[in-house]
C-alpha cells in the first residue's frame, strides 16, 4: 500500500487505535489494544446540523451523517473525528450506539490489538449499488446495507423504491 501510517501514537497511553491504510477501504482504524465487548472505542463527533442541510450535504456526496434525533443530524466528515476511518463491515466487530445525544462506536464482542474497527453503516436501499462493500466478511452482502435489508437484496428484481430519501445513518432507528 502506498498510503503510510497516520495518526499513530502508540506512546500515548489514550491512543485506541491507528490509522493506517485499510484492505476494505482507503484508510481504516485498527485497534491499538484489547477491548471487551461492551468497551465505549470513541466518540462519533461532528457538527449538528439541520435536517434540511443533511439533506443537502447527502446529496453533496457526504456518507459521514448520522440520525441523531427528528429534527436533527450529525455530520461526522470533519478533521477532529478519526471515527470517520471506522470502515463498514457486513461482519463488524463494533456497533454505533446512540446515548444521551451522542453516538459512541462500542466494542460488540473481544476486540484483539490490530484488528480493524468497523461497524455497521445501517444504510437504507437508496441507491445500494452505489455503495460496494468489500468488507470480505463470511456473510457480505456485496453492498453496504444495513444488516436487516440484506435479505431483501435477494429479491432486489422486485424492490420497489423505499419510501425514505434519507442515506443517514442509524437513518432506520429512532432515538431512545
Ligand atoms: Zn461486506
Request: net charge negative; aromatic share 8%; glycine share 10%.
Amino acid at each position: 500500500m502506498a498510503d503510510g501510517p497516520i495518526q499513530v501514537d502508540p506512546a500515548t497511553p489514550t491512543a485506541r487505535f491507528a490509522v493506517l491504510a485499510s484492505p476494505i477501504e482507503g484508510r481504516g482504524a485498527f485497534a491499538l489494544r484489547r477491548f471487551e465487548a461492551g468497551d465505549r472505542i470513541v466518540q462519533y463527533d461532528g457538527e449538528r446540523i439541520s435536517k434540511t442541510e443533511s439533506l443537502r450535504r447527502c446529496e453533496g456526496g457526504n456518507s459521514f451523517i448520522f440520525a441523531l434525533d427528528a429534527e436533527w443530524d450529525l455530520d461526522g466528515d470533519q478533521p477532529d473525528n478519526p471515527a470517520r476511518f471506522f470502515n463498514h463491515s457486513c461482519d463488524p466487530n463494533c456497533e454505533a450506539r446512540l446515548d444521551k445525544g451522542a453516538i459512541w462506536l462500542i466494542a460488540r464482542r473481544n476486540i484483539r490489538p490490530g484488528e480493524e474497527l468497523t461497524f455497521d453503516y445501517g444504510y437504507d436501499l437508496t441507491e445500494y449499488r452505489q455503495h460496494r462493500c468489500h468488507c470480505g466478511g463470511p456473510g457480505c452482502c456485496g453492498f453496504i446495507v444495513a444488516e436487516h435489508l440484506r435479505d431483501q437484496l435477494s429479491h432486489e428484481e422486485s424492490l420497489t423504491p423505499p419510501m425514505a430519501t434519507s442515506r443517514s445513518r442509524l437513518g432506520d432507528k429512532s432515538p431512545p
